[in-house]
């Protein structure tokens, strides 16, 4: 299945900060869905990006798919303890997922 | 009013046992997944059903055996359980295989002891 790299696989934040969390690919996506799990809990779809560059926002997250179509972010601004969680991007009829990134706050 | 609800949440079993794991999405949704996620949270596909048809069976060991009575369900037997096994079983649903935003359920923790 299609291979993706996430990084980075751990984000330390501090309340009110802003971070971002990148997914690259080798090859060309047809798309890209991402996914929020938090401790203890079950993956929960968050979006899917399908066009070159489009951008697309939920609150304080914006989720990115590149021009190439090889790579996406999500960016999330004024990060909040209601953040943390695990960030999966997903591609491929299979649904490959990345390793994730694991987001911890301080308070 | 669960979506995909699994059962059992969790499962503590001896090696060597064989045990199931259920799972029924009432979405209406026609293609169902089983994943694994280790220790690491790595999040690795195992089977799925389209139509009750098996349509991806990933490198699992012949132990594991997945069964679609009708598109609602989707369940998982494993026999001979060995300490590896151990893990998360979660079980997903999507409207086509190519299913925009699967839903997942809250998960199987299986230890094998």
């Known amino acids: 299945g299609q291979q993706v790299m996430q990084i980075p696989q751990y984000q330390h934040v501090q309340e009110g900060e802003d971070f971002t969390t990148y997914c690259n690919s080798s090859?060309?996506?047809?798309?890209i869905q991402w996914y929020k799990q938090r401790p203890g809990g079950h993956p929960v779809f968050l979006i899917q990006l399908v066009k070159s560059g489009e951008v697309k926002k939920q609150k304080r997250l914006t989720f990115q798919f590149g021009e190439a179509k090889k790579n996406s972010s999500l960016h999330i601004t004024a990060t909040q303890t209601t953040d943390v969680g695990t960030y999966f991007c997903?591609?491929?009829?299979?649904?490959?997922f990345g390793a994730g990134t694991t987001v911890t706050v301080r308070a | 009013d669960t979506a995909v609800s699994q059962t059992p949440k969790y499962l503590v079993t001896q090696m060597g046992n064989d045990k199931s794991i259920k799972c029924e999405q009432n979405l209406g949704h026609d293609t169902m997944y089983w994943y694994k996620q280790d220790s690491k949270k790595f999040l690795k596909i195992m089977f799925s059903y389209n139509n009750k048809e098996l349509i991806i069976n990933e490198t699992v060991p012949n132990r594991f055996s997945p069964k679609s009575p009708d598109k609602a369900h989707l369940n998982l037997h494993i026999n001979s359980l060995e300490l590896g096994d151990s893990a998360v079983y979660f079980c997903?649903?999507?409207?086509?295989?190519?299913?925009?935003?699967?839903?997942f359920g809250s998960g199987t923790r299986l230890t094998v002891v």
């Open positions: 090859t060309t996506l047809s798309n």
């Open positions: 997903a649903s999507s409207q086509g295989i190519t299913g925009y935003g699967y839903t």
């Open positions: 997903a591609v491929d009829y299979k649904l490959s």
